[in-house]
């Protein structure tokens, strides 16, 4: 089983940008979508896109134009960056692996999350 | 957007209960459609898969249903670990959804 751990600052000023890495373990980073999902009391669980292993990617609409993914393979890692962030984008930030049994979609593995708070 | 609704958004159950949780889409989403539990302070994680697939190490009290708009999940004989919050969630396209949450207390 694939393990995911999220890693970057717990505190964000409000204006800047929000960056995390999530660090893939267990498993290959190869040929899987690798997504980001926050939770905030306000608004529940909420996708913030993927990127592929190619580096393709694709972003929640109500974010893209500050949402930024990216991957590095050979680290095993893959990245967000959100810009101009609000303190409503505090949240529980998580790193899930996508699998499927075609043409089904799922996250089957997910990091602990990592708490993030904007705020000056 | 596909919206999805959960009812009820809480429930209070006793051990060895069978519990149905339903879920709505705003539009048919045939059988693209996931479960989740997340208990208090951990990551959700996967219970059921394209509507009816258990996933591997769940226990077989958990089950799924449904087609189009309407799915619902069913636990069999409500075990304590099983007191959690449940999610519905839609992978018919993108943006991913979820659900509001179903509270098991």
């Known amino acids: 089983q694939v393990q995911l751990q999220e890693s970057g600052p717990g505190l964000v000023k409000p204006s800047e940008t929000l960056s995390l890495s999530c660090t893939v373990s267990g498993g290959s980073i190869n040929t899987y979508y690798w997504h980001w999902i926050r939770q905030s009391p306000g608004k529940g669980l909420e996708w913030i896109g993927y990127?592929?292993?190619?580096?393709?990617?694709s972003y929640n609409p109500s974010l893209k134009s500050r949402v930024t993914m990216s991957v590095d393979t050979s680290k095993k890692q893959f990245s967000l960056k959100l810009t101009s962030v609000t303190a409503a984008d505090t949240a529980v930030y998580y790193c899930a692996k996508d699998n499927s049994r075609d043409p089904f979609y799922y996250f089957d593995s997910w990091g602990q999350g990592t708490l993030v708070t904007v705020s000056s | 957007d596909i919206q999805l609704t959960q009812s009820p958004s809480s429930l209070s159950a006793s051990m060895g209960d069978r519990v149905t949780i339903t879920c709505r889409a705003s539009q048919s989403i045939i059988r693209f459609l996931n479960w989740y539990q997340q208990r208090p302070g951990k990551a959700p994680k996967l219970l059921i898969f394209a509507t009816s697939n258990l996933q591997s190490g769940v226990p077989s009290r958990f089950s799924g249903s449904g087609s189009g708009t309407d799915f619902t999940l069913t636990i069999s004989g409500l075990q304590p670990e099983d007191f959690a919050t449940y999610y519905c969630?839609?992978?018919?396209?993108?943006?991913?959804?979820f659900g509001p949450g179903t509270k098991v207390d």
């Open positions: 990127v592929y292993s190619s580096g393709s990617t």
């Open positions: 969630q839609q992978s018919y396209n993108t943006p991913r959804t």
